[in-house]
């Protein structure tokens, strides 16, 4: 990719933001007409992350010469990625809510299902319940498993039930009355029952939550779970949101700010205003934009990148050109159905602490060092030894100003840090321990690759490892050649992964409805007038955001199963003509690739219908062309460690930006960049292609 020369730099407007709020940075990305790239960087506020945002901001007006409102003013789009929804779960900061279910099922919130997580460990406690029973009240009436009416719905339960919630001072309330994935008239005739009572409660009708408008599906847990969660942060995340809208507009932004859903695509505040539960993995899911870009730069549909920053490695893969999304999300304990790219989270970052046991065990996270105080060598408070630490002690990374002057590494303070925390509880040298941590993170961050290819059915030696985030372009080729992986890629932004990958976002909306039918045997008739409704809901929400003709896509997908299964598949339907031998050939090929079998001529059921729909955002990939050029020399050389094989060695340090299309060189090296530093261990060979960014062939991989 394209970056501005020089921070005076001026970008030719109109131009785009994006602004990702993560554990230990806020990242923003502006990208002007000509595709050049500005990246900044502010760290995070936990308490209150719009200071992190507006810090950003003003640090980035103030580096560009330019007022805060001249900045924002020539902003085209503005795209959020942020973890408000997430840490309002994790934390325990949300509403209190009241919940309205149906007579006989108010303990199914906290009955559960009986499938553990974790088969062999029966002791875990589950997480406390959101809503205490006494504000689980009890609603009459009922509907069959078709959405039939079997009894009356009983409104005088409503007011008995609003009553006890204005005595407890309930701020939000979720419905999730018995089989209303099939038909919503009785949560509907609920929620207008309850306007008239909401005049003058405390729990704004904004802060109303139907399980049959958030999560239509079948299944009265996981339904239940996913509207109490969202009543549950309803009033923080929109809040939040509105606000920070608000405040933006007031500061010269002229439209409104967009936000990444879990789903990867973006979605306006006030579209999302209903289901904020759509934004659980709101900054993590901007890495599909950001895949989209890296595998027309790498030229490959077969990516998986590996993002790490100070908190936490996410990973997601890219197959064939298609980001995987499943309904089934696991946040703190709590079980969420909401659309949402198959990411697997571990706590391996930057800021990940390590410790050793009283059994003289090293230890590498999950807990982490975060913003504040961070790690040792940041000289902000932390004393506790983390992997940042070890990269300093190790040589990986210089002492001095990081990240734009964000903060200054201390390496004394990261060498006292492990000395005195795993050294010398283990009697090992400082170099030692050091080097101990760096591999231990690795090894997770291997299993965590593992996680995500092999136990889905994909092989890693078929994909091209992107080390993202601030720290994973340290552990790239270590990971990419355990892995069997023929190269690395590193983005030049790679500090910046997320916030670039909004820039590459489309609107999206996702749209299910329950049906049941035999996928031979269907009428195509059936089909159509199940999708219609769905159609006509993304039409009007696309249309609400300003998309309509080839910018407005619809896309329309089937859940199949063989009869008997428990769990669906997904499966796209081609435009055309309703072709179920076609469709059978793709559920099978992609469940013998999840499962490792098939059912040949077996009987194959659909479960649900989906649409998806995209507001197609233009926009392009700037390259550059490879030119012959004097290899520039190395701005120092210092001794690296570079792992129990080759030890020690005196390494050449190149200033990334000095690295233009055309550089090829045989490591070791080290490449620093303004969010980054590029690890090349001595096997490997370091290219800068045509896109700008970093491809680290690696040697004897897959081999």
Request: proline residues 6%; negative net charge.
């Amino acid at each position: 990719m394209v970056t501005a020369p020089t921070a005076t730099a001026q970008p030719i407007p109109p131009w785009r933001i994006g602004v990702d709020v993560g554990g230990t940075f806020t990242d923003m990305v502006l990208r002007d007409q000509t595709g050049g790239l500005w990246v900044f960087k502010a760290p995070s506020v936990p308490s209150d992350p719009s200071q992190g945002v507006m810090a950003v901001l003003q640090r980035a007006a103030k580096s560009l010469d330019m007022a805060l409102s001249d900045l924002l003013g020539n902003c085209a789009l503005f795209f959020h990625g942020s973890t408000v929804a997430t840490n309002t779960i994790l934390e325990k900061k949300g509403a209190t809510v009241g919940l309205l279910t149906t007579t006989g099922f108010r303990d199914s919130l906290e009955v559960r299902r009986g499938i553990r997580e974790n088969m062999w460990d029966h002791r875990a406690p589950f997480p406390d319940v959101i809503v205490p029973r006494y504000l689980r009240q009890p609603v009459g009436g009922r509907l069959d498993k078709d959405g039939d009416e079997l009894e009356a719905l009983d409104l005088g339960d409503v007011d008995k039930a609003m009553t006890l919630f204005a005595d407890e001072g309930v701020e939000a309330i979720a419905v999730a009355l018995l089989n209303s994935y099939g038909n919503p008239k009785h949560e509907d005739a609920v929620a207008e029952h309850m306007a008239g009572h909401l005049a003058d409660h405390p729990a704004d009708s904004s802060w109303v939550s139907l399980s049959s408008r958030i999560a239509p599906i079948m299944g009265e847990y996981e339904r239940t779970s996913t509207a109490v969660i969202n009543a549950y942060i309803a009033p923080k995340v929109v809040g939040y949101l509105r606000n920070l809208d608000s405040h933006l507009r007031d500061n010269g932004l002229a439209r409104p700010i967009l936000l990444l859903q879990s789903n990867g695509g973006a979605v306006s505040v006030e579209q999302v205003a209903e289901r904020p539960v759509n934004l659980v993995l709101s900054g993590p899911a901007a890495g599909v934009g950001a895949l989209g870009l890296y595998s027309r730069c790498a030229g490959s549909d077969n990516l998986i990148a590996m993002e790490i920053g100070g908190t936490s490695c996410d990973v997601t893969l890219m197959g064939e050109g298609e980001v995987s999304v499943t309904d089934e999300l696991m946040i703190d304990g709590y079980h969420l159905a909401t659309p949402s790219v198959d990411i697997h989270t571990v706590g391996a970052g930057g800021g990940t602490i390590a410790h050793a046991d009283d059994a003289g065990l090293l230890h590498v996270g999950p807990q982490g060092a975060g913003a504040t105080p961070g790690p040792a060598c940041y000289g902000l408070g932390g004393e506790q030894p983390t992997v940042t630490d070890a990269y300093m002690v190790l040589g990986r990374l210089r002492p001095g100003p990081y990240a734009g002057g964000s903060v200054t590494l201390d390496d004394n303070l990261a060498r006292r840090a492990i000395e005195e925390k795993i050294a010398k509880p283990l009697g090992i040298a400082v170099e030692e321990a050091a080097a101990g941590i760096i591999r231990l993170l690795e090894q997770n961050l291997l299993h965590a690759v593992e996680h995500i290819s092999i136990q889905r059915g994909h092989n890693p030696q078929r994909f091209t490892l992107v080390a993202a985030g601030g720290a994973g372009p340290m552990h790239g080729a270590t990971v990419a050649r355990a892995l069997g992986c023929r190269q690395a890629y590193v983005p030049r932004q790679a500090g910046a992964f997320c916030a670039l990958g909004m820039l590459h976002t489309d609107i999206r909306q996702d749209y299910l409805a329950v049906h049941f039918d035999n996928l031979d045997t269907v009428a195509e008739e059936a089909l159509q007038m199940g999708f219609a409704p769905l159609e006509e809901r993304a039409g009007a929400a696309l249309a609400a955001e300003g998309f309509n003709g080839d910018a407005a896509v619809v896309h329309r997908e089937l859940d199949l199963r063989y009869r008997g299964q428990l769990w669906s598949i997904r499966v796209q339907l081609p435009s055309g003509a309703f072709d179920p031998m076609a469709v059978r050939e793709a559920f099978d090929a992609d469940h013998q690739r999840q499962y490792g079998h098939t059912q040949p001529g077996g009987t194959i059921e659909i479960t649900a219908l989906r649409v998806t729909a995209r507001g197609l955002i233009e926009t392009s990939d700037p390259s550059v062309t490879a030119s012959a050029y004097k290899a520039p020399d190395p701005t120092a050389v210092r001794p690296v460690y570079m792992d129990s094989n080759h030890g020690w060695q005196d390494t050449p340090i190149y200033a990334g930006a000095d690295l233009q299309p055309g550089f090829a060189e045989d490591g070791p090296m080290l490449v620093e960049e303004l969010t980054t530093t590029v690890f090349v261990g001595p096997r490997d060979r370091l290219i800068v292609d045509n896109s700008d960014n970093f491809m680290i062939e690696i040697d004897g991989a897959g081999d």
